[in-house]
């Protein structure tokens, strides 16, 4: 495998890891409460719900800082060595464009990840794991 390739692939990779973690984050809110409802006794699992927590509580302060997420910044490394475009605009921004054709502004991103984090906090709290 040809230098430029390998990179491709480790940006393939990374983008795939932020997509699960995308996903992780987003949907956590709707499951947790469904799940207790139906009494899944995964969705109480104090690892799972540390690590979601750990996950929005990261994103939040990188939000507030103004820094970009870490998977992003090496995303765009690997995609510089490998002669990828980069991202012009944040991760879920990019994303959501150029998939769904939404234009997709800041506010819009920090209206939905206050509404995910804030949701996330208080199931935390409200229906928190059971140990």
Not at 8 to 14: L, Q, R
Not at 27 to 54: E, F, K, S, T
Not at 56 to 64: G, H, K, Q, R, S
Request: charged share 15%; hydrophobic share 55%.
């Amino acid at each position: 495998m040809d230098g430029s390739r390998m990179w491709k692939s480790f940006a393939h990779i990374i983008l795939a890891l932020h997509v699960v973690c995308s996903v992780f984050v987003l949907m956590m809110p709707l499951i947790v409460p469904l799940g207790v409802w139906l009494a899944w006794p995964w969705v109480q699992n104090p690892w799972l719900r540390h690590v979601h927590l750990g996950v929005v509580l990261f994103i939040a302060a990188e939000v507030i800082l103004g820094k970009p997420c870490p998977l992003m910044v090496w995303e765009n490394r690997c995609r510089t060595r490998a002669g990828m475009p980069l991202y012009t605009t944040g991760f879920f921004d990019y994303w959501v464009e150029k998939l769904l054709k939404i234009p997709f502004k800041d506010w819009m991103f920090e209206s939905i990840f206050f509404t995910v984090g804030a949701a996330s906090v208080a199931e935390y709290f409200l229906l928190g794991p059971v140990h």
